[in-house]
Structure formats: C-alpha cells, structure tokens
C-alpha cells in the first residue's frame, strides 16, 4: 500500500523525470527518506534555495522536460521566490512543490505554516494545496500538463506533511500523458497574413526565444529568406533564447531596451511580422512611450492569445503553434508571391547582407582595437573567448553589460540552442542554470558569463557542482559594481549619475574574492588579468572533467546605452 510521496515519487519516474532539485527541512523529510531507497530519481542538494531553483531552470529549458523543485516550506519557498520569478517570466515548465505543516495542527497556526497558495498564484499558472492523499495523483497529473502545455510556466503544489506519509491502497496511479500542443492556426488568419506580408515594400520579422523553445527555427528562416526580411530580435529584457541563427547573414540583431531607440530601429519598416516574443516588455519610461512607429502593420502569431494585440493593435493577430503557423505561412508565400515580389525581395535581401556584413567587420576591427588594453575591456574579453567557442557550445550570459550580445553579434554562436539569457532579472540565476543545462547535456561544454554581484547571489550552487561533479566553465566578468544601475541612472537624468556616482552601486573595499570563495566550496578557482592566459584556459577547461572558475577583472568604465544592434 503506497505513501502519498511513494505515488508522487512513482509517477514522476514513470513520466521521465530524473532528478529533483532540492533544499529539504522537516516537512519534506518524507520525499528525502523515500528517495534513500528508490534510486530511480536523483535528488540534487542546493545549499541554498536560489540556485536550487536556479539549476531546475537550467535543466528544465535545455532538456525540454519538466523540472522537479522540492524547497522547504514558508522560509524555503520565500528564499525561491526571485528564481520563481525569472522561471515565470521565462515561461519555464517547473513543478515546484513545498512540505506543509500537518493539517492537525493548522488550527493553532503552528510555526513554519504559511499561505504559500496565495504566495505564490501571482507567478504560477496554478497553485494548489493536496489535502488529501487521494486527490495527490490527478494534482500530479494536472500540475505537469499546466506546466508543459503552451504557454508553458511553473507551478505548485504544497504539500501536507502527514499527506505525504498517509497510506491508501486506492490510489489512481495512471501515468501522466499530454496533449499534442501542436494547434495548426486557422487559414484564413494564415491568408490574411500572407497577403500582408506580400504587399509590403519593407518588411520586417521581430522574434524571440519561444522560436528555439517551439523547434520553429527551420521555419523562421524560410519565411525570412522568402521575403529577404531582416529578423530582429527581441529586447535583452526578454532575450533569453537565440530567436534566428547568429550567423546568418539576415540576422539585423536585437532590439535596443529603450522606446526612442526601438522607434528608430523600427521606423524604416511598414510591416512587422512578431513571433515567438513579448511585444514588448520595456524596462524604463522615456518618450515617446510607444515604441513601435504608428504607421507600421502587424501580423502577430503565437500560441497564447493574450499576447496578439496586448500592447499594441495587430493587423492580423494568428493564434497556432510557431512551428506549424511558420510553416503553413512559408509555403503560401512560396505560392503566392509574385515574380514582381520576389525580384523585391531578392533586392531587400541582397541590401541587408551587405549592411550587416559591415556592421559585422565594424565590431570585429572594434575588438582588435581593444586587445590589448589594460585592464580588460568587455569588449576584448568578448571577442577573444567568441574565438575558442566549440560549435556545440551552450553560453550562459548573467553579465549584461559586458556580454552585450557580443557573440550574437560577431555571429560566432553555431547552434541554436545553447544559448541562455537572462528574462526575468533576478540575480543569483546564471550558475546554476549553468549546472542544470550541463545535467540535461553532459556531451556538451558549458561556458558560464557571470557579473561579479550577480554570481554572489547564487554562490552556493558552486558546491553542488563540486558535489555532483558537474564541469561548468564558471568566468567572471568582475568590474566590482553594478554597472547597469549606473548606466540607467545616467538614462534617467540622475544629477550624480552623470558622474558615475550612485551610493550602494559599488562592490569594493573590500571586493569579493571570488577565487577563495569558489575553492571553499570545493571548485577550482583563478584569478586571471591576461586575455591570451585566459583564452588558453577557458579552451582548455572545456575539455574537463571537473567545473572551475576564473575571475576576470574588467574595466570600470561606464558604458552608454547598451548596445542590442
């Protein structure tokens, strides 16, 4: 006669799952005994709450399964909360569950009890409390179908201590199974689509990260070599995952992060074909406040309705997978478009390789140019590790201001999966996304681009990847501040801002000694200031057995705007 956490731990197994990630206190004592014995799924120890979360996220978007979260409950579950955050806006399939005080003992509000339902409905797509132990198996069942079924995102369940250890012999184990997301979009929206695009003398495609997450890649570049469109991709406030190849020579690279600079980019452009992104998610207030131009026309496709027309009026909003809708709207352009169309559109496309190859050998010349400087420029650090980049590579980016898309940009990231950017902006997210997409792909070499205050906010994953020997390339980029508040202070006019003054954005006297830190918790730590010693190194490390760390200190200098184009 099975537990409660037997048929959880069971039917998890049976659907796939292999590891949970974790942080365990007394109410979840049952699921750690349990997992003593039943060896079918690993249980993977954070010392922290953060990069517990953070290491879910990473497996969950690189294996493309769901992600098994057990935290401690109140006091865990709110040291979770900020990775919760990033999983939600990111649209991650988690199944973060929590123990709960026994229910007879709730009347007396006994300490550790709390409302975690209601904490956390705001960045879940549900949230329930299993009271019974009966009811367990179809909460499973239904939390992994919410999670993993477009749009997908993370979820929770709480989880009573004594309904974990209560016995029943009636239990409906029947295995979780999902639904084929796979929604073909309706012709006439397609059509509608199609004849937009085909009318328009300066077409342009916005796309973002739920174009590798759907597969629809091979799609979207056939429906931009058809219309020798430009595909600009989505702002760094969503850019999470490659929306188009970098290398492809109609790559027009990303949307800067500010309305006037969107405009401009965009103003040239009288249709707008949007796919797989937020349309948009800004960061700070500047004016105009519309960021898309007036006269531009939209054609929308995603899999959510909510996202056609929620900020902007569409022409044709196309609700349908990306992957089909791409490829139905592709093979009707081929058919309908015009010889007058296409010679158009040979000509856009034959215009815009050019622009971007000198964009392109702009950046490279920039970057021999700061080579040599000293301290280390972002720049320099950039475009001398995009030379030791394997083609298999998956690059984790928790620096902004000193990745600044430069990979993207030099077109030197050769598949379209491994690379993960920040969404959600909750620090502490980089290193152990890093150990879990290293989890999901362990013939694959894992390059960790890690801000110095971002990396102390989930440095204990670094044990964990000790723990379980796990070889991520950890490098930090160390300016010893916080320079994306400084150069938003300048954006927003602040009178010490244009100094580069803003009291707590400075992380010195004393800094942080990453080196001692990483060996504490049992990784392999450098401090290197020479790009040549540091490129040998990082080449070197790929071929590793074991995760190490380097801290790479950078220049101070504060940047303008950051630069997505």
Not at 132 to 157: E, Y
Not at 329 to 340: A, F, H, R
Not at 512 to 519: E, F, K, Y
Not at 528 to 553: A, C, G, M, N, Y
Request: charged fraction near 20%; glycine fraction near 8%; include cysteine.
């Amino acid at each position: 006669m099975p537990t409660g956490i037997q048929a959880f731990i069971h039917m998890l197994a049976e659907a796939g799952v292999r590891y949970i990630f974790g942080n365990p206190g007394t109410t979840e004592l049952p699921l750690n005994d349990e997992l003593v014995t039943d060896r079918r799924i690993q249980y993977i120890l954070g010392l922290q709450e953060v990069p517990v979360m953070a290491m879910a996220d990473g497996f969950a978007m690189a294996s493309r399964q769901l992600g098994v979260v057990n935290l401690h409950i109140s006091c865990g579950l709110g040291n979770a909360m900020g990775m919760l955050y990033n999983a939600f806006r990111e649209g991650t399939p988690l199944l973060v569950t929590a123990g709960q005080q026994d229910r007879r003992l709730i009347f007396e509000d006994p300490i550790l009890w709390g409302e975690m339902v209601q904490v956390t409905k705001p960045w879940t797509k549900w949230s329930v409390e299993v009271n019974r132990v009966q009811d367990l198996p179809t909460a499973l069942r239904r939390a992994a179908q919410v999670a993993l079924t477009p749009p997908t995102g993370p979820v929770f369940m709480s989880l009573p201590l004594d309904v974990q250890m209560e016995m029943c012999e009636t239990l409906d184990l029947s295995p979780i199974r999902l639904p084929d997301a796979r929604v073909r979009p309706p012709v006439a929206a397609i059509r509608a689509a199609a004849e937009l695009l085909l009318q328009a003398k300066n077409p342009c495609i916005l796309a973002g990260s739920r174009i590798t997450e759907h597969d629809a890649m091979p799609e979207l570049v056939a429906v931009a070599e058809i219309l020798g469109a430009p595909v600009v991709t989505e702002p760094g406030t969503t850019h999470g995952r490659l929306a188009f190849p970098s290398d492809h020579p109609l790559n027009g690279q990303g949307l800067p992060l500010w309305s006037p600079e969107i405009r401009e980019k965009l103003k040239e452009f009288d249709v707008v074909l949007v796919v797989g992104m937020d349309l948009l998610r800004q960061y700070l207030y500047f004016e105009p406040a519309r960021a898309i131009p007036e006269h531009i026309r939209i054609v929308h496709i995603d899999e959510d309705p909510w996202q056609l027309g929620k900020n902007y009026p569409v022409t044709v909003g196309v609700i349908g997978h990306s992957k089909a809708s791409l490829a139905e709207l592709s093979e009707l352009l081929e058919k309908e478009m015009s010889d007058e169309q296409a010679s158009a559109a040979m000509h856009r496309s034959t215009e815009r390789i050019s622009k971007h190859s000198k964009a392109r050998e702009a950046l490279r010349a920039e970057i021999e140019n700061q080579l040599g400087a000293q301290p280390i420029t972002p720049l320099g650090l950039m475009g001398s590790l995009a030379r030791v980049l394997p083609p298999n590579v998956a690059v984790i980016e928790e620096a902004v201001t000193t990745t600044n898309t430069t990979f993207e940009r030099l077109g030197v990231l050769k598949n379209t999966t491994g690379y993960f950017g920040h969404r959600g902006w909750a620090l502490g997210w980089g290193l152990g996304c890093a150990i879990g997409a290293k989890l999901a792909w362990r013939d694959r070499p894992v390059l960790a681009l890690l801000g110095e205050g971002a990396a102390t906010y989930g440095v204990q994953g670094l044990w964990s990847a000790a723990r379980y020997n796990i070889p991520v390339s950890f490098v930090i980029c160390n300016n010893a501040q916080y320079q994306i508040l400084k150069i938003c202070g300048r954006g927003l006019q602040l009178p010490q801002a244009a100094h580069g003054q803003g009291e707590g954005l400075d992380v010195v006297n004393p800094e942080v000694d990453h080196v001692a830190l990483a060996r504490a918790f049992g990784v392999e730590a450098y401090r290197v200031t020479d790009l040549q010693e540091l490129t040998d190194r990082v080449r070197d490390s790929f071929h590793r057995d074991r995760p190490i760390l380097f801290d790479v200190p950078i220049s101070r200098e504060i940047q303008g705007r950051l630069n997505y184009g």
